[in-house]
Nanobody, 122 residues
Framework: HVQLVESGGGLVQAGGSLRLSCAASGPTFSSYAMGWFRQAPGKEREFVAAITGRSGRTYVGDSVKGRFTISRDNAKNTVYLQMNSLKPEDKAVYYC???????????????WGQGNQVTVSS
């Protein structure tokens, strides 16, 4: 079983930066693909970014390309989401998730963090 604990969310001004972290407690972190999703009030959950387990290949959603970067440190069992040039529309609850097989659909992920609120003021 994998437990994911997210941190780093908060309030930031538009144009600012924020770094989310997701620490995994499971023993096989490096074998999991990791993803970030977000959900704004009244909207569907949206794929943000994902990274493969060992190769570190990354995938980023169209809405955040050029602004967000996903990375991981397998030695620390941690995945990161660096968010730059934040916009008000980035306001959402951000979820970290782990999957055996990387994908962009939330149904493909087996474990989820509790969610972390990111608020971007105009």
């Amino acid at each position: 079983h994998v437990q994911l604990v997210e941190s780093g969310g908060g309030l930031v001004q538009a144009g600012g930066s924020l770094r989310l972290s997701c620490a995994a407690s499971g023993p096989t972190f490096s074998s999991y693909a990791m993803g970030w999703f977000r959900q704004a009030p009244g909207k569907e959950r949206e794929f943000v970014a994902a990274i493969t387990g060992r190769s570190g290949r990354t995938y980023v959603g169209d809405s955040v390309k050029g602004r967000f970067t996903i990375s991981r440190d397998n030695a620390k069992n941690t995945v990161y989401l660096q968010m730059n040039s934040l916009k008000p529309e980035d306001k959402a609850v951000y979820y970290c998730a782990a999957a055996r097989i990387i994908g962009v659909g939330e149904g493909e992920y087996d474990y989820w963090g509790q969610g972390n609120q990111v608020t971007v003021s105009s």
